[in-house]
């Protein structure tokens, strides 16, 4: 069975524990008091006799015992279900809610005796605010003890009830604390009072404001919406998508065939390595051509000089250079003269030489 009241159509009744027989009794007998049973749990209305017979007097009476019967059921699983579990424990076997009523008030009224009094002034003297709950709850349960203890040679003043207070409290009360000790004359619902108002100024000052608490949720719901639309449905990270994953996005598969195909498609020159250009237009390639034609063309034009007569351009007869066969076919710029007197002729692209006189 859980901590948690026990709620009725007709109001609700704190669990029955060892300090709260007082407050209990009234909460329970007032519900008892409502659906008619409170005569059947003193003892004042007894059950009636079993009818005999079919007349009509005999069916009125089986309607009262039925109603008696409903109602003594109904009065039992109150006082039950409105127990703790350590003290439901006392009823166990027990379904009349007159014999019930009694071993509570004998066990649980710890008022009608002097140990019973002595327990609970004990119990209020070592009582104090458990972390975590509201200072209300520690407030109720003083109560219940100073007014179970009303009247009686262990009753609590108003003033150590105050003072009770003032030294259990932790520390961040102790500037109200301060202040209401100052103050003359101040009751105990006013001490209650305004310690509960700085209990909620507290936590008005440690909760952030309700703009910023909206923001925040908002962007938490945001991030939640986003963390679940990636992780069920689908979700491209390239394109932002929603009808496919990263792996079947089209773009992406474009955009690495393109570069694929542009890598594909480099030239690489076979000659000197490099790449935008092939052997044929290679630029080393071309200036190695044109040094090496270079060198052809001087050595060509040593032939004035050379071995084929004394100005004949090197025939192939290897004579005087006199004839066709004696004729240069060195560079034009070259004018080799048969005598050296007379310029030669040009005819077409090939340089004649003067006929050779007979006297020489």
């Not at 005999?58 to 109602?71: G, I, K, S, W």
């Not at 594909?264 to 080393?284: A, M, V």
Request: with cysteine.
């Amino acid at each position: 069975m859980s901590d948690k009241p026990y709620k009725h159509a007709l109001g609700t009744i704190e669990l029955l524990k060892s300090t709260n027989y007082a407050t209990w009794k009234r909460s329970c007998r007032r519900i008892l008091e409502g659906i008619r049973a409170w005569n059947i749990v003193t003892g004042e209305e007894v059950e009636p006799n079993i009818p005999v017979g079919f007349n009509a007097a005999a069916v009125a009476e089986r309607a009262v015992l039925t109603n008696y019967l409903d109602r003594r059921a109904h009065a039992a699983a109150i006082i039950s279900e409105s127990c703790s579990q350590e003290v439901e424990i006392e009823l166990e076997g027990i379904s009349d809610p007159a014999q019930m009523w009694m071993i509570l008030a004998a066990r649980m009224d710890a008022v009608g005796t002097a140990v019973g009094r002595m327990m609970l002034l004990w119990k209020f003297q070592t009582l104090k605010p458990t972390p975590g709950e509201p200072i209300q709850s520690y407030f109720s349960q003083l109560m219940e003890i100073k007014n179970q203890l009303v009247g009686s040679d262990e009753a609590i003043s108003d003033a150590s009830f105050k003072t009770h207070i003032f030294t259990t409290l932790p520390s961040i009360f102790s500037v109200t604390v301060e202040i209401l000790q100052s103050r003359v004359g101040i009751t105990v619902q006013e001490v209650i009072d305004a310690l509960k108002e700085c209990e909620r100024n507290k936590a008005m000052m440690i909760k952030p404001d309700a703009v910023s608490e909206a923001l925040n949720s908002q962007q938490s719901e945001k991030g939640k919406r986003g963390q679940g639309r990636r992780k069920g449905n689908k979700w491209c990270s390239n394109c932002k998508a929603t009808s496919h994953d990263t792996e079947y996005c089209w773009k992406l598969k474009n955009q690495e065939g393109n570069k694929r195909k542009r890598k594909s498609n480099q030239i690489i020159c076979y000659y000197c390595g490099d790449e935008g250009h092939t052997q044929k237009d290679c630029p080393i390639k071309r200036r190695g051509q044109a040094a090496r034609s270079g060198n052809r063309g001087s050595f060509g034009r040593l032939g004035d000089d050379g071995p084929g007569g004394s100005g004949s351009g090197g025939n192939r007869s290897g004579g005087n250079g006199s004839g066709r066969n004696g004729s240069s076919h060195s560079n034009r710029g070259n004018r080799p003269s048969g005598n050296g007197n007379e310029p030669d002729r040009i005819n077409g692209r090939h340089l004649i030489a003067n006929e050779p006189n007979d006297s020489e």
